[in-house]
């Protein structure tokens, strides 16, 4: 378990690093070619993408916690049932949003300030990105499946994939001259080949995952109610604060403010797709952990543990990689935007989204404990509340102040959110006080992040003048990131999280050198007399 969740981790990384490296190096590629309107108009289909994700109706949390729960009791019977559940309310969903879908696309041009000759376009255009949206969203039946085994490497794999062919082939597309419609036909053939490679390995560990032989308990559809809609609730609460904003600038203000405020947040939004990604294998660990709590007191100290280390590595990994990110902002949003977008009125929104993007990825682990233990009612008012007061705040804001109006909408409640509401109550429920919590969690990390910046300062005058601008910010960031990363893990881990990390490390490199010594040692001669 222990290998599965390390690979998880570096797997998850690293198809965040390669996901938003290709979608970073494609925004210049995307203004230069499309223009402002047409590239905010990709953001806006972007964005009714990621919207039919959150329609799951509560049930991707709910299945990967009853999952991991019913192993971590050793119960395959409720096991095989709430296999079969999934897969029958994942396909029923995944229907619906089609349908539903499909009747709103002759609506969909009018509620924006699209010309009239884009309208067609935008029609075509909403459809293919749907089927785009369909399939995933029944794809993730399988991935909780992957996810309950901690083998959701497969997923970052598959997602991998999806990516090198939705922006590697679309890319080609779009600059020979099919447009937006070729680009999103190629990430529609990378969302094919994506279920293709996740649903093969998912088959592997669960051989009947394509049609579960279980049958069909609706008193375990009813036990489960009560996870979903606190679930439900909670993807409620994240439409409204996080996805709706693009929707009320594309209704309050012109179609060019779009770009603008989602090339920033999604610029840093790449830094908490990778704590979020690398979190993935911590939430049925959790789930396990306090599925067994009633019977081992230890679990909970292992979960007190897991959250206060998991606390302080997301810390870390936000910290420094918001600190690259603004170090070159200037350099890296003149080459990204293409010159398109003026960088003076995108400060006002960087200003305030850098603590938006800090305190969702601190407040992750916070959120994963609170649901698998049983909070998930407080979770669902918490996240109502705090949503609710975002679309408030960003619909009261946008007209006197625009883009940077809504950015603060979304920073006020959702950093009292997550660090008055969801890490305060998870301390509380774990009996970590405050002063442990900053000791353990940030201290270390803000020293360490202030020996980046320093070497980052040194570095600057030194490479910079040698080299192209973006070769230099590589190489700075890298020497940075190894830096701190090494300071990171000799300072704040454990001894057993020291040899297990270097064990697992040197065993690929061992297997290797017995594989070789075997090549070279003489074969052993019978000589019969």
């Known amino acids: 378990m222990g290998k599965r969740l390390l690979f998880s981790i570096i797997t998850g990384a690293g198809s965040v690093f390669f996901k938003h490296g290709l979608n970073i190096l494609l925004l210049p590629i995307l203004i230069h070619t499309l223009g402002v309107d047409l590239f905010s108009l990709y953001m806006i289909l972007i964005g009714v993408q990621e919207l039919t994700l959150l329609l799951d109706m509560g049930f991707t949390d709910a299945v990967v916690k009853q999952l991991a729960s019913a192993q971590g009791k050793n119960d395959w019977i409720e096991y095989a049932e709430i296999k079969k559940i999934g897969h029958v309310l994942f396909s029923a969903i995944s229907l619906g949003v089609l349908v539903f879908g499909t009747v709103l696309i002759p609506f969909f041009p009018h509620w924006f300030h699209l010309a009239p000759e884009l309208h067609s376009l935008a029609q075509m255009a909403l459809a293919i990105i749907l089927l785009e949206g369909v399939i995933t969203l029944y794809l993730t039946h399988y991935k909780a499946l992957l996810l309950s085994h901690c083998l959701n490497h497969w997923s970052n794999v598959g997602d991998t994939a999806f990516h090198l062919i939705g922006i590697g082939i679309g890319v080609g597309l779009l600059v020979s001259g099919y447009g937006l419609p070729g680009l999103l036909l190629a990430r529609l053939a990378g969302a094919v080949v994506r279920a293709g490679i996740i ?91 306090m599925a067994s709590s009633e019977s081992k007191a230890s679990e909970r100290e292992k979960a007190r543990h897991l959250f206060l280390r998991i606390s302080c590595f997301n810390n870390f990994v936000i910290s420094i990689l ?36 800090w305190s969702s990825a601190m407040q992750i682990p916070a959120c994963y404990f609170l649901y698998t233990a049983n909070r998930q009612r407080y979770l669902s008012v918490s996240s109502l509340l705090a949503s609710f007061a975002n679309l408030a705040l960003s619909l009261i804001l946008v007209k006197p102040f625009g883009i940077a109006g809504v950015a603060a909408g ?40 202030g020996v980046g910046f320093v070497t980052i300062q040194w570095l600057k005058p030194l490479v910079f003048p040698e080299s192209h601008p973006l070769i230099s910010i590589v190489i700075i960031a890298s020497l940075v990131s190894g830096l701190t990363s090494l300071i990171w893990f000799t300072w704040t881990a454990s001894r057993q999280e020291k040899s297990f990390f270097v064990l697992n490390l040197l065993r690929p490199f061992e297997a290797l050198k017995v594989r070789f010594e075997s090549k070279l040692s003489p074969k052993k001669v019978s000589i019969s007399s």
Request: glycine share 4%; net charge positive.
């Open 410 to 449: 979304t920073l006020i409640p959702q950093f009292i959110q997550h660090q008055f509401s969801l890490i305060y109550t998870a301390c509380v429920e774990l009996k970590i006080g405050l002063k442990e919590y900053i000791t353990v969690v940030y201290m270390k990390v803000f020293f360490i992040t």
């Open 199 to 289: 649903m093969s390995q998912t088959l592997k560990v669960e051989p009947d995952a394509f049609w579960p032989k279980s049958p069909f308990n609706w008193g375990r559809v009813r036990e489960m109610s009560r996870l979903t809609f606190h679930a439900m609730m909670v993807n409620f609460s994240i439409i409204v604060s996080h996805k709706i904003d693009t929707f009320v600038i594309a209704f309050f203000l012109p179609l060019s403010a779009v770009g603008a405020y989602e090339i920033v947040f999604r610029f840093l939004g790449s830094a908490l797709q990778v704590c979020i990604k690398t979190c993935d294998s911590i939430f049925p660990l959790f789930a396990r952990m």
């Open 322 to 357: 918001l600190l690259v990110i603004l170090s070159f902002y200037s350099e890296l949003f003149g080459f990204f935007s293409a010159g398109r977008i003026p960088l003076e009125t995108t400060l006002p929104i960087l200003l305030l989204a850098v603590p938006v993007i």
